[in-house]
């Protein structure tokens, strides 16, 4: 549990960022870019409360996969094609409109992630 804790800290801090960003931000750069690039983060934050602090690098590029193959997903409009498109629940959770703009701010995000994690490591190593 002590590996997983701050995950779960900072996954709940990355959600609420998130929502502020949904019900404040309209229109705007912060809501289009800035909400997909810290997505990544959020769900990395999941998969490692889960899974124990593993592999950080394994983990951010599984992530930054997962979020491609969801933008792909909404690209073929899968809400719809698995009977869920008129349930605003799951059109809200899977997407339903893909954005190539989406798979760049993902992989920046992705980036981000990983360069944080290597300057962790370094940090903890010279510890």
């Given at each position: 549990m002590k590996k997983r804790l701050p995950y779960i800290i900072i996954l709940v801090l990355l959600i609420?960022?998130?929502?502020?960003i949904a019900l404040t931000q309209h229109g705007n750069w912060l809501r289009y870019y800035g909400g997909d690039v810290i997505v990544v983060w959020a769900v990395y934050c999941l998969v490692q409360a889960i899974i124990g602090g593993k592999n950080p690098y394994i983990t951010h590029?599984?992530?930054?996969l997962f979020a491609f193959l969801v933008e792909f997903l909404q690209?073929?409009?899968?809400?719809?094609i698995i009977g869920l498109g008129d349930i605003?629940?799951?059109?809200?959770?899977?997407?339903?409109?893909?954005?190539?703009?989406?798979?760049?701010?993902?992989?920046?995000?992705?980036?981000?992630?990983?360069a944080g994690s290597f300057i962790y490591s370094q940090v903890k190593k010279s510890e």
């Open positions: 609420a960022v998130e929502v502020i590029i599984g992530v930054m690209y073929i409009h899968i809400v719809d605003e629940f799951f059109r809200t959770l899977i997407g339903t409109s893909f954005a190539a703009e989406d798979l760049f701010c993902y992989a920046l995000g992705t980036a981000i992630g990983i």
